[in-house]
């Protein structure tokens, strides 16, 4: 029998079952591969266990979140900042010649944040320098500190420089970040080596991708890492923390890059920052105003692009995992609804070769039963009973990976862990979506039972969610949206029935603007996670906008399936680097090996699908020349067939070699 600790939805465990980067960190980091990716002297250390756990007391951002104490009913003060440390809001920004001044404009402080451009470094000083005909400072205002990246010799400040209210959580505002804009502190940059600047220049323009980062969100008053269930169990010790404190690691976008700042102990500028997405609308039913909430907080422990994160890894992490909670507010109640997604637990990798649909290959196939046990147990220890619905197909490739994945789970199937196979594309086809009431007749008995956290007019604790039903498919995108739509609905209906406003026989689908805006609100939040994960919108997104597949709607999934195809073969490599430096999983340092960021040798340094892209189209173009003079002289048919071979064999060695020809990422490399 399994072990399983209390759940957080039920009161958060004592202690988090894992340290949530530092023991990622470890093995990987203390693996003879990976070792040259740090100075020699950490590690060697990595070798001594005493050593070790000093180097990770050190890291407080690492740490769970602290115990929670005895749950508050007390809806009161889930509407008032659950800091005592009042967040700055609006900061205004002095760029000096030789350093950055962070004054906030927002409260009367007694002390200014001052960054060195030289090397980063950060301090409070009591008054700002004085601004005089030499030296005039530009200025402009700034709603917020990501945090810092340190990279080969200098330092890079990220910021906020222009955001969006886009809605509220539990009565707090909702910004999402409009720009980004990256504060250089790199002046030492100009008596490097001509090497080390080569190199910073090329981590640089990983660095910039930054700025192009989608669906991050942050709130100065609440800690938008935390499921309303979790926020209205905190205890009033752990209220007095500050956000950053308080905050799922898991789900804490900007979780490296804020190290400096909380080595230099700058809480009131530590902004705790998810990526995922936000929706919201309102409608009235009868003589009732419906507010309907849907935030998805992407986790970071396995984060990636579509073809260079799949999986798991060995310590469980799964690619593109997503936690989405669904809010109702209404007649005075609030209702809240979890379900997770994420790829199947396995070590399976799928990588790029031109081709349109890559191969499957499982790594380790004997640690498979170890992994989905370590994914499993995690997430009960995290959200109580697990429901894992599996949408992969059950013939082909795919089916190969839905059988292991079935194999891996009997050993671990319990109470509080249960497995449905739903062969979503045989079943529903590509426009049958309806037959989906299927699969909800399978799990009907199980959402029933694990129910929904509920608060009542006066901020009771009426009924809390006890279970989480996990869904995936290959990507845990299209399919894996329509069937989270629907569960989400028959949840909503569960919901809206028990507080009065709707009868016994009342469905959404009765109330048209209800039931479109409730459609719009699935189909954004799906392609919001489909294009920070895959770089286009979901496909079957008709389907869950509209309620049936359209015309129009297949088309724009052939046109979103080949621009994924593109991202995927020749964008996603680099992206997946950016990726990789942002969070922490590619550390740089002066004593690496820095061969990653160089050109490979071999076939690698040479190969490139634009060049021989073209001299197949230009073989091709030839051949169709020298066939039309073979009219008046034969010689031209030879001629013909030379270039026509030409493209054919070119053609063909890019295929035999595609993924050579791909863009693949060169920092951090899988652990598989």
């Not at 070769?353 to 992994?371: G, H, M, N, T």
Request: one cysteine or more; aromatic letters at 10%; hydrophobic letters at 40%.
């Amino acid at each position: 029998m399994l072990s399983i600790a209390r759940p957080c939805f039920a009161g958060h465990s004592p202690r988090d079952p894992r340290t949530p980067r530092s023991l990622v960190l470890v093995p990987l980091l203390s693996s003879p591969i990976y070792t040259h990716l740090l100075p020699p002297r950490f590690a060697a250390s990595l070798h001594r266990p005493r050593l070790l756990r000093l180097s990770l007391r050190r890291r407080p951002l690492h740490r769970p979140p602290p115990p929670l104490a005895k749950e508050n009913p007390n809806m009161d003060g889930m509407e008032k900042s659950h800091s005592e440390i009042k967040l700055y809001s609006r900061l205004r920004l002095w760029e000096f010649p030789d350093k950055y001044i962070f004054e906030p404009v927002d409260t009367v402080a007694d002390s200014y944040l001052s960054v060195s451009r030289a090397d980063g470094s950060m301090n409070l000083i009591g008054e700002l320098p004085q601004c005089g005909p030499v030296q005039s400072p530009n200025v402009c205002s700034v709603f917020g500190i990501i945090g810092m990246l340190k990279l080969l010799v200098g330092s890079y400040l990220l910021v906020i420089t222009q955001h969006e209210r886009v809605g509220s959580y539990l009565g707090h505002p909702i910004f999402r970040v409009s720009t980004l804009r990256i504060l250089p502190c790199n002046h030492s940059l100009s008596n490097s080596p001509v090497e080390q600047k080569k190199m910073e220049a090329e981590f640089s323009v990983l660095l910039n991708a930054a700025e192009r980062t989608s669906g991050l969100f942050f709130s100065y008053d609440v800690n938008l890492t935390l499921c309303m269930q979790r926020l209205h169990d905190m205890g009033s010790e752990t209220k007095l923390l500050p956000l950053w404190r308080q905050a799922e690691p898991r789900f804490l976008w900007n979780n490296y890059m804020l190290e400096p700042l909380i080595d230099s102990n700058l809480n009131q500028y530590l902004l705790p920052v998810i990526q995922g997405s936000y929706q919201h609308f309102q409608a009235a039913i009868g003589t009732n105003i419906v507010d309907v909430t849907l935030i998805a907080r992407r986790c970071t422990r396995r984060t990636g692009t579509r073809m260079w994160r799949r999986g798991a890894d060995r310590d469980g992490y799964v690619a593109n995992f997503v936690e989405t909670e669904q809010i109702l507010q209404a007649s005075g109640f609030t209702a809240s609804f979890i379900q997770v997604r994420g790829s199947i637990p396995l070590l399976w990798e799928q990588i790029v070769d031109l081709s349109y649909k890559p191969s499957f290959d499982l790594v380790k196939p004997e640690e498979a039963p170890r992994v989905a046990e370590r994914h499993f147990v995690d997430l009960v220890n995290k959200y109580g009973s697990v429901l894992a619905v599996d949408l992969v197909n059950k013939h082909g490739s795919e089916g190969r990976l839905s059988e292991r994945f079935a194999n891996a789970m009997q050993p671990i199937l319990s109470e509080d862990i249960r497995y449905v196979q739903f062969d979503f594309h045989r079943i529903c086809g590509h426009i049958h979506f309806e037959r989906l009431s299927l699969l909800y007749d399978q799990i009907e008995d199980y959402l029933k039972k694990h129910g929904y956290f509920i608060l009542n007019e006066k901020g009771e604790k009426v009924e809390e969610q006890t279970g989480v039903v996990r869904t995936n498919c290959i990507d845990c995108l299209d399919r894996t949206n329509v069937t989270q739509s629907m569960i989400g609905r028959k949840m909503l209906e569960s919901q809206l029935k028990r507080i009065g406003i709707f009868g016994a026989d009342d469905a959404i689908n009765a109330y048209p603007f209800f039931d479109a805006s409730f459609k719009i609100l699935w189909a954004n939040h799906g392609d919001d996670i489909s294009i920070q994960y895959s770089g286009t919108p979901a496909l079957k997104g008709d389907f869950v906008r509209h309620g049936k597949r359209t015309v129009q709607g297949i088309i724009k999934d052939g046109w979103n399936a080949l621009a994924r195809y593109y991202l995927n073969n020749f964008v996603d490599g680099t992206k997946q680097d950016a990726i990789d430096l942002l969070q922490g999983h590619y550390i740089v340092s002066l004593s690496r090996d820095m061969a990653p960021a160089t050109k490979a040798a071999g076939l690698e340094s040479y190969a490139s699908f634009r060049l021989a892209f073209a001299l197949v189209l230009a073989g091709l173009m030839f051949a169709m020349m020298s066939l039309r003079q073979a009219r008046n002289d034969v010689r031209h048919l030879v001629f013909s067939l030379f270039w026509a071979g030409l493209s054919f064999g070119v053609a063909a060695f890019v295929r035999a070699n595609g993924r050579v020809f791909t863009n693949r990422p060169r920092l951090f490399r899988s652990r598989h």
